[in-house]
């Protein structure tokens, strides 16, 4: 029995549906991985067919191809090199399981079933797959490797099961999504719990990469029965590394490798922006992005975010002055997009505006301009948008914050048109902050420059749509730090309106921004995909009927 083991870590990026596209990554990594004289090398959660699948695998021919394809994994083993640890899915009994299997010696030498199937905030793993039962350890070269997935070590009696039966080495193959400081959670909040629990050194192996509202970060790391942290590696970036581990007189411990350093906040965050935006245009293979450049610090914030994720030869600004858009703002939105290094035009709607008042001139005579004179401007813009999105290619990037999102201060089929939203999940104050954090920092993994990425003035200035004269947010909402605070409490933590008043809160302020806040779900419903960065984003962990009549005030 071997008292040393070399174990390949790869954090991966995969593509949902692209069986022999991710089968090929692996296998790619599993040369690599022999080269560095691994004796296995273990992958993410369900690496073969993607992470998360959703109803992709209730598709009976996807799990024949996946079965497929994992069978010439396997033969590949035939020749010697590492095993390879993948995850899957697998029909055991009629039922739909969530695995991984150990690929050696050409065949499929073990399987194991995801026993905590995770069914809150953004998983519904329980409506696509079967809970397997309480795994035991798999023998790999004399040593007993317990293999936890993903949910099962989110509580103890998986980890403690496996450890009674006689696991030396947990490895933990992921899909954990980016939340903001999940990281300290992951590893203080769980994984040191189980090794310190159990006395057995954890791997936790996680994917990284954007699935449509989802964003992984990586982060991978290794902690020993002690608790202690061995390895960590990078966040927001593929990355293979070879640990090595030792049997001891107290069992099997992971040798000390590198610590990698982890982005803070709120490098993390833009990090996450960048990094799903990136994988959803070039997964759904559009060109480049088109956006509107409006002069202010949303559409400012996007642009970067969009350099940053594509480089700039594939970002498009367009500004669409209107007759109410400031000289500041031209200003400022030239700037932005010379410091950017963007295609930029501008696409005056001055014309179409005045079309639209004679057209509506009969069926309007006698009412006063109110809001409807507003959001046809907004309508104007999305559609010169939209079409030059037809036009040429680019995906139409949309622009607003979760704070106007929330109490539905943004235009539907206007300004909330396109194909993806860098900031929906991102509160106005969290936009003033990376657009701060952006203009003095230039995170790892951007494409785009160094140095200040948009004119000061447009982080300074007071935020207005500018759709009326001298207009601004604050006459209709209150200050966004103000706003923000009450979102949080409705959103995110499900407060009443008597206990932020409770907390200092104007009662009036509270019961208007719930009232808002429930009224605009039909927008919200309508609106654009964009990246998951809190506990609670409008879509896939936020699921409010549109049609419904209770007020907490």
């Known amino acids: 029995m071997p008292d040393t083991l070399k174990i390949t870590l790869a954090q991966l990026n995969q593509s949902v549906g692209d069986l022999a596209g991710n089968a090929a990554g692996m296998l790619a990594a599993r040369d690599r991985a022999k080269e560095a004289g691994a004796d296995l090398i273990a992958f993410p959660e369900l690496q073969l067919v993607g992470y998360p699948p959703e109803d992709l695998v209730l598709k009976p021919s996807l799990v024949e191809r996946a079965t497929a394809e994992l069978q010439k994994m396997a033969q590949t083993t035939a020749a010697g090199g590492p095993a390879m640890l993948v995850g899957s899915v697998f029909v055991a009994d009629g039922a739909l399981h969530n695995g991984v299997a150990l690929l050696d010696q050409g065949k499929v030498a073990a399987i194991r079933f995801k026993h905590e199937l995770p069914n809150y905030g953004t998983f519904d793993e329980m409506r696509l797959f079967q809970p397997g039962p309480l795994p035991e350890p798999i023998i790999f070269r004399g040593t007993m490797i317990g293999v936890p997935i993903c949910e099962d070590i989110w509580h103890p009696n998986v980890c403690r099961h496996l450890a009674d039966f006689g696991a030396e080495i947990f490895l933990c193959p992921n899909g954990s999504p980016y939340e903001i400081d999940k990281d300290t959670l992951r590893i203080d909040g769980v994984a040191k719990r189980r090794a310190s629990a159990t006395g057995v050194p954890l791997a936790y192996l996680n994917r990284v ?54 982005a803070e906040h709120p490098e993390d965050i833009y990090c996450a922006m960048v990094l799903a935006l990136r994988d959803y245009v070039n997964r759904n293979k559009f060109p480049g992005v088109v956006l509107g450049l409006s002069g202010g610090i949303d559409s400012a914030l996007c642009a970067a975010i969009a350099v940053d994720a594509l480089g700039a030869d ?31 035009d501008t696409v005056p709607i001055v014309p179409a505006v005045k079309a639209f008042e004679d057209m509506l001139s009969s069926p309007f005579a006698g009412r006063a301009p109110d809001l409807t004179e507003e959001n046809i401007q907004s309508r104007i813009r999305g559609v010169t948008l939209m079409a030059l999105s037809n036009k040429f290619g680019p995906m139409l990037v949309t622009t607003g914050n979760k704070s106007e999102m929330s109490v539905g201060y943004a235009t539907i089929y206007g300004d909330m048109n396109g194909g993806y939203n860098p900031l929906k999940d991102a509160y106005k104050m969290t936009v003033f902050a990376l657009s701060k954090w952006r203009n003095k920092h230039r995170p790892r993994i951007a494409l785009g420059p160094d140095g200040p990425v948009m004119p000061d003035n447009i982080i300074a200035k007071p935020p207005s749509a500018e759709l009326r004269p001298d207009q601004k947010d604050s006459d209709s909402l209150p200050p966004y730090d103000v706003l923000d605070a009450i979102l949080l409490g409705l959103v995110e933590h499900e407060k009443s309106v008597e206990q932020l008043v409770s907390e200092g809160f104007d009662r009036a302020t509270v019961s208007r921004i719930e009232r808002l806040l429930h ?15 809190g506990s609670r984003n409008f879509g896939r962990d936020r699921r409010y009927p549109i049609t419904q009549a209770f007020r907490t005030a």
């Not at 367009?318 to 930029?344: F, N, Q």
């Not at 009224?519 to 960065?533: D, F, M, N, S, T």
């Open 209 to 262: 990469g954007g699935q449509d509202e989802l964003v992984f970060d990586g982060a991978s790391f290794v902690v020993n029965g002690d608790g202690g942290l061995a390895v960590q590696m990078k966040d927001w970036e593929e990355q293979e590394v070879l640990t090595r581990w030792t049997k001891t007189a107290k069992g099997w411990r992971c040798d000390r490798g590198e610590i990698e350093p982890q």
């Open 519 to 533: 009224l605009a779900e039909y927008k919200r419903r309508q609106a654009p995909p964009g990246v998951k960065l």
């Open 314 to 344: 594939r970002v498009w600004c367009v500004m669409l002055p209107s007759r109410y858009t400031s000289t500041e703002s031209l200003i400022d939105a030239t700037e932005c997009a010379h410091m950017l290094g963007v295609k930029y």
